[in-house]
């Protein structure tokens, strides 16, 4: 097996983790803004995995999930690299894979620039992880579909362009009912809710979407109609496999915070890398993010070889998103009190390590999955 990088792939990881730790420096909160994001967009990070015909660096996934791991380990706001994932694997890989001609042209130069801010508009107040529980409606008319419907937790949602949604054309149909739309987010119909206060990920901003008698063209539409469940699951093989990455890059920076703590602060006469308890703590957060490292770095592999990166995407999704709460929750008890408080940063990694484990398929669904595909 080959486990090394070539030099252009090593370059582009070191000038992404300077870029991004020049841009945003630590803070004590993070607010969202579009100078911010063009920023990523200048950087490449926005339109990685982007065909460089229509403006993206064109890196496979393996490639994409490495810029988003350095991005992760540079950039202190995580909720803006995560608002970057969001709309570069649940919403410009979908265009860029089933999108007509006509419309990528039209968005993704300015997805990948940073013109253009993309919402993924899929999850509902009642279906959650369910997706065959949406209650969203497209209905037929001419010249394309009207939406009536409302879609909760969309990420980026207040500050989006384009929105990719999904919505019922055939209830009949159950699972080959639903199709799948890339709008202009400022059309006639469409209103977003307040941003939601989290508990972290501050950087990303987030919010209900309510679509009332919203007119989409049928140029719109991604795939054909009753294709939606089949592109939002490859949405999510791209989201499970290379998104976590940055996940990678904030147990990377971590460590590194870590290490400089240990070795410089003093109780007792000695330096805390001395306390066998304390080394061993940064030992087990150097065995999760390398475990993680090889699962996330195996399904990105499998997704560029074109296999079914369903088990590897969803053991490494458990493995990235438990293990970074896990060292956060060290990181918390190695710096102390100076870890409760918001100025060093630290408890920000803890508060937006949670929702790892709640989004793109909670722990359980990814247990679900493993227990799936082992024949269970």
């Known amino acids: 097996m080959e486990f090394g990088w070539t030099a252009e792939q090593r370059q582009r990881y070191d000038r992404t983790v300077a870029d991004t730790r020049a841009a945003f420096p630590a803070a004590s909160e993070y607010v969202f803004s579009r100078e911010k994001w063009a920023l990523l967009g200048k950087f ?11 403006g993206g660096g064109g890196l496979t996934a393996l490639e994409t999930a490495r810029v988003f791991e350095a991005a992760g380990r540079g950039c202190p706001d995580t909720g803006l690299v995560f608002g970057a994932a969001a709309h570069l694997f649940a919403c410009t ?4 894979d089933f999108a007509r001609e006509a419309l990528r042209e039209r968005l993704l130069p300015g997805l990948a620039a940073g013109d253009l801010i993309a919402g993924n508009a899929m999850t509902e107040p009642e279906a959650g992880s369910d997706v065959g529980a949406l209650r969203t409606t497209a209905t037929p008319v001419d010249g ?3 939406l009536d419907g409302v879609k909760s937790f969309v990420s980026n949602g207040p500050v989006a362009d384009v929105l990719v949604t999904y919505a019922v054309t ?20 469409i209103a977003f809710g307040e941003p939601f206060g989290k508990l972290g990920m501050e950087g990303c901003v987030a919010s209900e979407v309510t679509f009332t008698g919203c007119f989409v063209p049928a140029d719109a539409v991604l795939g054909e109609p009753g294709q939606g469940s089949a592109i939002f699951q490859h949405s999510m093989g791209w989201e499970r496999a290379c998104l976590f990455a940055l996940y990678l890059g904030v147990q990377d920076r971590l460590i590194e915070r870590c290490l400089e703590h240990v070795k410089s602060r003093r109780q007792f006469g000695k330096r805390l890398a001395e306390f066998q308890s304390v080394s061993n703590r940064i030992v087990e ?5 390398e475990s993680a490292r090889l699962l996330l770095y195996r399904a990105c592999w499998a997704l560029d070889e074109g296999e079914d990166a369903t088990l590897f995407a969803a053991l490494s999704k458990l493995a990235v998103s438990e293990g970074t709460v896990a060292s956060a929750t060290d990181a918390v008890q190695l710096f102390g009190s100076r870890g409760y408080l918001r100025e060093q940063g630290i408890e920000a ?8 484990t709640i989004f793109s398929g909670a722990s359980d669904v990814q247990r679900q999955l493993v227990a799936m595909e082992l024949g269970m």
């Open 44 to 54: 490449g990070v926005l339109g990685a995995s982007v065909p460089t015909g229509h």
């Open 93 to 96: 890989m979908p265009i860029v």
């Open 144 to 146: 394309g579909f009207v």
């Open 170 to 189: 055939d209830p009949a149909a159950g699972h080959w009912g639903i199709t799948a739309f890339a709008l202009d987010a400022h059309s006639p119909g």
């Open 285 to 289: 957060m150097k065995l999760r993010a």
């Open 349 to 356: 990694a803890l508060r937006d390590a949670i929702g790892g």
